[in-house]
């Protein structure tokens, strides 16, 4: 087949949610339906379970599983749809902003009793920074919740996006007794034991049709009717475009652990969800039908057997094909690789393939080479854009505690930033060196690694930062800008790509020193 065929095949997407709102479970009904699952229950979650935050053997089950959940394909109606793994605990947000960078698309899971958590707020805010078409599913309508119109509101509000819902609930809870499907003009009716089955649609183009009150009862027909009216009301039109630039968000309503409102979901998102799509780098857009291949690694993964201590990075394909044994350009490094067992991810196997297209995910074998954000080619220079470090949230000094394993301290931090479990910065007064993270968890995971995979062992000793600027001045040589490295030299560190980082102390400082020196900007993020 041919390379335009094979990628406007591609779906790419993530599934983004608060913990608990049911993405695993929503995974795991994708799947089915894809015919790459025989059961229910064979798709592991992922999260990490409650009160177990300091037991490392929670913390290796969460790294295996992360493995096998990373990318799930699965071909369904002549599609073949990649969903990539977005952790939802927030001490892993990190890794699921840099995942959000090779998906086309994304999915909002949200349980219609808790409405808009925090976690989703943040991941939303990431996704229409980049103009990501979003599909909103609001899950769990077997039980009560909040109301239809009420929660479209809260998305609206609290996330900033703007809705037209595609389905409508009837009913909910104890009365939920189906769903409308605005998009294909139908009637889904929920019974207890569509658990398994895949449920069968009654056509229903015309509302006023009577038959209406016979199906689901009169009062309900006529409260859905109303609500249909003020649903067209109210809200705009579908329209592709609009979804597709992220300026518009389609809502579908359902019940994952029934299996519920799923198929109508997978089916609109078959017709509407983008294809892979072009991609910048520094030099040029890149688009996916190019011939020559191109890709980034988005995420890399240390093999949990200390044995061997090789690791896979996930590239995604922006363009062209991979091929195995092919030599590829690794820009970073000048210098050609040749991979002959890349594997490829089916439902929850991993196997290794001849030959991959753009849109999909490759896992490649390294030993070291990679790095987050590395770009690959069949020989151009070129440098894929848009995987920013944020600024951590905590920090602290990391000490050696064991002087005669320094070597192998300095590689074991070395590779765990590479693969970004957290940030290193070193301070430009004295070559401290200290590690930034999203969340409390990730120390404790950094500690054990050193320990189990590298021999070394470190103390922790806190720095009392509040935010991580990187710093861009307007002229290198003003005198301001001189000044500026002088007053503030105490906390002024380089970080692994060797840009200049004021750690500041609290929020006031950054304040000041805004004003004390307005030719030295300060941003939050490492790409500006
Ligand atoms: P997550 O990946 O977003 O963290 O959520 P997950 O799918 O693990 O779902 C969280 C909990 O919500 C699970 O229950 C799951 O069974 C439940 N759930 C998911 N979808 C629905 C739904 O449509 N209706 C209802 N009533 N519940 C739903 P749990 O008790 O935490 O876990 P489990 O022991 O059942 O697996």
């Known amino acids: 087949m041919s390379l335009v065929k094979e990628i406007a095949k591609r779906r790419t997407f993530g599934i983004i949610s608060h913990p608990d709102a049911g993405k695993t479970t929503l995974t795991e009904k994708l799947l089915l339906f894809g015919g790459a699952i025989q059961e229910a229950g064979a798709v592991k979650s992922n999260k990490i379970k409650k009160g177990a935050t300091s037991d490392f053997m929670e913390i290796e089950r969460q790294r295996g599983i992360s493995v096998a959940t990373s990318v799930l394909a699965f071909n369904y109606r002549d599609r073949k749809i990649n969903i990539l ?90 009365d939920f007794q189906g769903i409308y499907n605005i998009w294909e003009k139908n009637i889904n009716l929920f019974s207890g034991d569509s658990k398994k089955n895949i449920e069968e649609t009654i056509a229903f183009d015309d509302l006023d049709n009577p038959q209406l009150g016979e199906i689901i009862g009169s009062e309900a027909a006529d409260e859905l009717r109303e609500n249909l009216e003020l649903v067209y009301e109210v809200y705009p039109d579908f329209d592709k475009e609009a979804y597709t630039k992220g300026e518009l968000q389609p809502v579908f309503f359902g019940s994952a652990l029934n299996n519920f409102g799923v198929r109508e979901l997978l089916d609109c998102f078959i017709d509407i969800a983008p294809s892979p799509l072009p991609k910048k780098a520094e030099e040029r857009e890149v688009v996916p039908t190019e011939e020559g291949f191109t890709g980034f690694v988005f995420k890399i993964h240390a093999n949990m057997d200390p044995k061997h201590r090789d690791r896979l990075a996930f590239v995604k394909i922006v363009s062209g094909t991979f091929e195995r044994n092919t030599p590829y350009l690794h ?133 009392p930062v509040h935010k991580a600027c990187w710093v861009e001045p307007e002229d290198e040589k003003s005198e301001e800008f001189e000044e500026f490295k002088r007053v503030k030299q105490k906390f002024l560190a380089k970080d692994k790509q060797g840009q200049l980082v004021f750690l500041a102390d609290s929020a006031f400082s950054i304040q000041m020193t805004q004003q004390k020196y307005p030719n030295v900007k300060l941003h939050f993020v490492s790409e500006y």
Do not use: W
């Not at 805010?125 to 899950?139: A, K, L, S, T, W």
């Not at 919740?145 to 104890?174: C, H, N, R, Y």
């Open 85 to 174: 793994d977005t952790p939802g605990h927030k001490d892993f947000a990190e890794d699921t902003f840099r995942t959000l960078t090779a998906v086309d698309s994304v999915i909002v899971v949200i349980d219609v009793a808790k409405g808009v958590e925090e976690q989703t707020e943040k991941l939303v805010q990431v996704c229409r920074m980049r103009n990501i078409p979003m599909i909103v599913f609001i899950n769990k309508l077997d039980r009560e919740g909040k109301d239809a119109f009420d929660l479209l509101d809260e998305v609206e509000q609290k996330l900033g996006l703007k809705v037209t819902p595609l389905s409508f609930p009837i009913g909910m809870g104890f």
């Open 331 to 463: 820009v970073r490094h000048n210098k050609k690789l040749k991979f002959s067992s890349p594997n490829a991810f089916f439902a929850e196997k991993k196997e290794i393939v001849d030959i991959s297209y753009a849109g999909d995910i490759v896992g490649l074998h390294d030993t070291g080479n990679f790095k987050i954000g590395d770009t690959l080619t069949q020989g151009e220079e070129l440098h894929f854009k848009g995987i920013p470090s944020f600024s951590p949230e905590h920090f602290r000094y990391i000490n050696n505690a064991d002087p005669m394993k320094s070597k192998q301290l300095e590689k074991g931090i070395n590779q765990l930033m590479d693969e970004g479990v957290a940030q290193l910065f070193t301070l430009e007064l004295n070559g401290r060196k200290v590690i930034g993270t999203v969340g409390a968890l990730q120390y404790e995971v950094i500690q054990y690694r050193l320990e189990h995979e590298y021999g070394a062992k470190c103390t922790y000793e806190n720095f």
